[in-house]
């Protein structure tokens, strides 16, 4: 079992920068594949951004490539979504989840979800 806690999340202007935190519980985060979603209001949930179990891999979705980048500390139990250049179509709910079996963007791969947290991009 693996409970995951997101941080970071507020309301900036467009342009500007958030780093989202993820913070899980346990002693085998390390054997997770870590992604971050997104759910606008009215919207389907998307995938954002993937990082396989020891940090070596990425894959983002396109609409953010370039400016979101995601990164792990194994030691601390955190997987991290730093974004920049935001712009308001960015606002969203945003949830890291955890998957064991495979390095993917879809959302029924994933075993373990946090409880979300809200990026608003407004000026």
């Known amino acids: 079992q693996v409970q995951l806690v997101e941080s970071g999340g507020g309301l900036v202007q467009p342009g500007g920068s958030l780093r989202l935190s993820c913070a899980a519980s346990?002693?085998?985060?390390?054997?997770?594949?870590m992604g971050w979603f997104r759910q606008a209001p009215g919207k389907d949930q998307e995938f954002v951004a993937v990082i396989n179990r020891s940090g070596s891999s990425t894959y983002y979705a396109d609409s953010v490539k370039g400016r979101f980048t995601i990164s792990r500390d194994n030691a601390k139990n955190t997987v991290y979504l730093q974004m920049s250049s935001l712009k308001p179509e960015d606002t969203a709910v945003y949830y890291c989840a955890a998957g064991g079996r495979t390095y993917s963007i879809r959302t029924y791969d994933y075993d373990y979800w946090g409880q979300g947290t809200q990026v608003t991009v407004s000026s």
């Open positions: 346990g002693r085998t985060f390390g054997s997770y594949h």
